[in-house]
């Protein structure tokens, strides 16, 4: 599976942004999905999760009540909606894909597809 992420771009403090992650080659329906963020000079860290099946969604502390991971398995897309952007929250967002069935979660060894990454500039 190929994922492309879009929607990154620049905002202000406060303001909001739609992160969209595409699969190609392959459906999504049954995969557990996630976004991750990478700060320059900083470890890839985990943001958010959804589950394949009921699609149980699970947040970082420091993205819970702001962002909310979906998904559209018609459209094979997952989405990160990102309210209330503070400037640290300033990163390269990655969605993620596992296998299928798998373990839905923070750990980055549970997903084997990696997308190539969006920019996201919240400026102050």
């Known amino acids: 599976v190929q994922l492309q992420a879009s929607g990154g771009g620049l905002v202000q403090a406060g303001g909001s942004l739609r992160l969209s992650c595409v699969a190609s080659g392959g459906t999504l329906t049954n995969n557990p999905m996630a976004w991750f963020r990478q700060a320059p000079g900083t470890q890839r860290d985990f943001v958010a999760s959804?589950?394949?099946?009921?699609?149980?969604?699970d947040y970082a502390d420091s993205y819970k009540g702001r962002f909310t991971i979906s998904r559209d398995n018609a459209k094979n897309t997952v989405y990160l909606q990102m309210n209330s952007l503070k400037p640290e929250d300033s990163a390269v967002y990655y969605c993620?894909?596992?296998?299928?069935?798998?373990?839905?979660?923070?750990?980055?060894?549970?997903?084997?597809?990696w997308g190539q990454g969006t920019l996201v500039t919240v400026s102050s």
């Open positions: 959804i589950a394949w099946g009921l699609g149980s969604t």
């Open positions: 993620a894909a596992g296998p299928k069935y798998g373990v839905s979660g923070s750990t980055e060894g549970f997903y084997d597809d």
